[in-house]
């Protein structure tokens, strides 16, 4: 069967676990052919030792409908890069979804601790991996989108525009990464839209990411049991959300009106109809303005 984006070609960066292999795979289920990137392979790991690797994200594309490449990138590294977008355009000869969800940082940032106590070596790591990788990818990768019209780059990131203007989100470093690179897809939009492409910052909400199942002991199918410690993740998301709000944009012949926009999944999930795969549709930033935030008890009524 035939998919919306058959015969198109994504480049997840940053696809190992989390948000980026939940985009990748709904790439694929979309019927696309995907090429995720990542520093963990079944014969090497990053500096967060952990168990996901391209090669099964791939494999995941591949049984979602699409066909799924692994290719081991390191996203501060010019030179790999360039090899990457090389071997697309031989491969494939052109790229029509770009997808920067290159972080990394998950364990270098301290929380709620000033900047002049945090350590520096660990920020400014934090802000290499977050934010240059971003801009070296886009560096290398849209020439080739722009051979043809009507490309997409999603720049993936935490927060709304709306909200990181009025939050401060966590500690110095982190909030300046996650603004960044919503800034990036505004001026991305800016560059890109008179050359027949677009632009757009999307954040997920609370992330079922693998780190965060296995932070309170949990699994994708027994999520429910933290309410106990944390009752607001009763708000959280699977991957496949966001993937879903990709998945719909690079099929949305209009995308163009999203141009340079903040956008996160449960308000694109309004727009294009996605459910998360539990039939739901949270609306987390919503939730964490009028309801967490607040300092209301947690309650979802009205916001999945």
């Not at 939009?189 to 997920?204: D, N, S, Y």
């Not at 079922?208 to 944390?230: C, K, N, Y």
């Not at 708000?235 to 999203?258: N, T």
């Amino acid at each position: 069967m035939s998919g919306p984006l058959d015969g198109k070609v994504a480049l997840v960066a940053g696809a190992t676990r989390g948000a980026g292999r939940g985009i990748a795979v709904e790439l694929g289920a979309a019927g696309a052919t995907v090429y995720v990137t990542g520093r963990t392979t079944r014969t090497r790991r990053s500096e967060y030792d952990r168990p996901e690797t391209i090669e099964d994200t791939a494999d995941l594309v591949t049984r979602a409908g699409g066909r799924g490449v692994a290719v081991a990138t390191d996203h501060l590294e010019p030179d790999q890069v360039r090899a990457l977008i090389a071997r697309i355009d031989e491969e494939q000869g052109a790229l029509d979804v770009l997808v920067n969800d290159i972080w990394g940082g998950e364990h270098l940032f301290a929380w709620d601790t000033p900047v002049w106590e945090h350590d520096l070596d660990n920020g400014l790591r934090l802000l290499r991996l977050a934010v240059d990788t971003h801009a070296i990818t886009s560096h290398h990768a849209l020439p080739l989108m722009l051979r043809r019209p009507g490309g997409l780059v999603v720049e993936v990131t935490d927060g709304t525009a709306e909200y990181n203007r009025d939050t401060y989100r966590n500690s110095f470093f982190y909030d300046l990464a996650k603004t960044a690179v919503l800034r990036m897809g505004f001026a991305l939009g800016r560059e890109l839209g008179p050359r027949g492409a677009t632009a757009v910052a999307l954040t997920p909400g609370w992330l079922r990411s693998e780190i965060m199942l296995d932070q309170f002991g949990v699994r994708e199918d027994t999520w429910r049991d933290a309410l106990e410690q944390v009752p607001h993740f009763a708000i959280s998301e699977s991957p496949r959300y966001v993937g879903r709000a990709v998945a719909a944009l690079a099929a949305d012949p209009d995308v163009a009106r999203w141009n340079g926009q903040s956008l996160s999944s449960g308000g694109l999930a309004r727009v294009y109809g996605f459910t998360d795969l539990d039939g739901s549709r949270p609306d987390a930033w919503r939730y964490l303005v009028e309801v967490q935030d607040a300092g209301k008890p947690a309650d979802t009524t009205g916001y999945r």
